[in-house]
């Protein structure tokens, strides 16, 4: 088969139990496009030569052991793990196999993918253009048909946008369906672990997988993700008015309307509805999440691991000195108590919205791809790109990213939110949405 590489997780899968070709012929078909076009990209910051099973590219954040990972810093640039991640235990389990570790924001900080010790990962569609963040290599290796699937992580948007603005899809579990364990914690209240993939079944295939307790994860409690039963199942769709304010891009927001039109046309019912404290999500996520970093980071000391605290980006001494400032004596109070109680209201505001409706859709990133540079200098500027994103996280709810045009030749994504737990339905919609659209078949001309 010539486009062995096109085919979907499920498609594989079918393929190879039809004997139509082997793992190793598949594995030869990924390196040989992977040493084609990595080069070009940036994708991939480790390749594992020896792979034999599904390839899957992991995001250099999640652990592996025997292989290489850095999560995208100079600290960690020889650190092989002696263990490995819940999630790759997982996937081994499944006959999925490591093809190689992908380019990465370092330590996971970052909404563009330029900020990896390691040079930026570039955007499969447009080689000028980023993939987005922080699981940039993840999602271009995804779009590039350089694995069959990849995972990321997602602490403000960093499975989601990456997906929407390198044109494929990426699901955000809520925080707790699936062991941290084994992840380089960024921010310990928000982190999810979650597949990016080349079709919204693909998604719900690995996150069975990948879910579930391991004894390692306090905070994950849950057997595993529920089997869907129905598929392609439509809902009552929540619209909110804030999600579509001033700083939304006016031809994604065409995009988006059109493809929540498409949603209406297949059945579903659209409401509009409200997320009143969406206008301070981003001032309390900059608050939180740079406290929880300032702690994680403590032990990056120069005595376990790296040389100095010198190695770090500028980027993440940035959030390090946000952090410490905002925990500091005298300013606790002032900022992290009150940026606390703020994501309690947010959290709220999304349960009472679920009152009204089942998922709640959107805009993933209010712009497509901007160019390599353009943000670099500008952290205001590279934050405000999260913003569609963080109330997820905040909330601890699940949000999906699906291809749903293009705008300019770059790929938009629609988020499709869901309640608590409650990954069945947004996967259910996010299907229906794909199914009766094209969308999953564009792939980049590279």
Sequence with gaps: MSDITKLTLIETIEALEKKEFSEEELNKAYFERITKLNPKLNAYLEIEKNSCGIPAAIKDVISTKGIKTTAGSKILSNYIPQYNATVIDKLSEQNISIIGKTNCDEFAMG???ENSAYGPTKNPWDLNKITGG???GSAAAVAADLCVFSLGSDTGGSIRQPASLCGVVGLKPTYGRVSRYGLFHMASSFDSIGPITKSVEDAALVLDWISGADGH???CFLKASPRRAARGRLA???VPKEYFAEGLDPKVKIVIE???KKLEELGAEIIEISLPHSQ???AAYYIIVPSEVSSNMGRFDGIRFGSERGDFGPEVQRRIMLGTYALSAGYYDEYYVKAAKVRTLIKQDFEKAFT?????????????????GEKIDDPLKMYLSDICTISANLAGIPGLSVPCGFS???PVGLQILGKQWDEETILDVGEAYEQATDWKKEKPKI
């Design 111 to 113: 909404g563009s993918g």
């Design 134 to 136: 922080s699981s940039s």
């Design 217 to 219: 994860d306090s905070n």
């Design 236 to 238: 009552k769709i929540g």
């Design 258 to 260: 059109q493809a929540i």
């Design 280 to 282: 301070y999500a981003l």
């Design 356 to 372: 009204e409706c089942d998922v709640i859709v959107g805009p993933v990133s209010p712009t497509t791809a901007w160019n390599l």
């Design 408 to 410: 300019d030749g770059l």
